[in-house]
């Protein structure tokens, strides 16, 4: 009896050293996918498999028992559960996540113009210098200087994982993989 996928990630994954949460980290996804995954509950995208094959360095085709065959085929379900729960993710997940990170961003350059913006305020005579106003100004200028890597890793891992999603997504819509047999009575 031959192997199955899950079996195979699982094996390259032990061999490799890893856990499921640091295969899912490697590629954007949740560790109870990678489990799904080893368990067989679910095939993971061709995308996922050629990711895999990356990461364990190894031919994509090492993924795939000898009695499967990956197939091009529009998946109407797929299709039609992709666009409810991207509809739904869009609506609650993506939006609030954009949100926040506009809201983040603005606040770190109101921060880092703040002194600027004090000095300003002095020279048009609009309020007076006061040491408090300068110190705090600087204070929040300094924050934001030292947050400013931290956001920008954090923009960059909500970027990757929306575009893993959507890729993996995106291809259950059009790549299935089906048995050989089933494909040869076609």
Do not use: G, K, M, R
């Given at each position: 009896m031959s192997e199955t996928i899950g079996q195979r990630i699982q094996m390259k994954r032990i061999e490799k050293n890893m856990t499921q949460a640091q295969v899912a980290e490697k590629l954007y996804v949740t560790q109870?996918?990678?489990a799904r995954w080893e368990s067989d509950k679910h095939n993971p995208p061709i995308k996922?498999?050629?990711d895999l094959s990356n990461l364990f360095d190894v031919n994509t085709s090492?993924?795939?028992?000898?009695?499967e065959?990956?197939?091009r085929k529009f998946n109407f379900f797929a299709f039609l559960g992709s666009l409810i729960v991207n509809f739904l993710f869009f609506e609650f997940v993506a939006i609030a996540l954009i949100t926040i990170q506009i809201a983040f961003w603005g606040t770190v350059g109101a921060c880092l113009i703040s002194p600027g913006v004090v000095v300003w305020q002095t020279i048009t005579k609009v309020r007076a210098l006061t040491i408090l106003r300068m110190t705090s100004s600087l204070i929040l200028?300094?924050?934001s200087v030292?947050?400013?890597?931290i956001f920008w890793k954090l923009t960059k891992y909500i970027w990757k994982i929306l575009?893993?999603?959507y890729r993996y997504n995106i291809n259950s819509i059009v790549y299935e993989v089906i048995p050989k047999k089933?494909?040869?009575e076609k």
């Open positions: 109870q996918t990678v996922a498999i050629q090492y993924f795939f028992a000898e009695d065959v990956i197939v200028c300094l924050i030292v947050v400013i890597p575009q893993a999603y089933e494909n040869s």
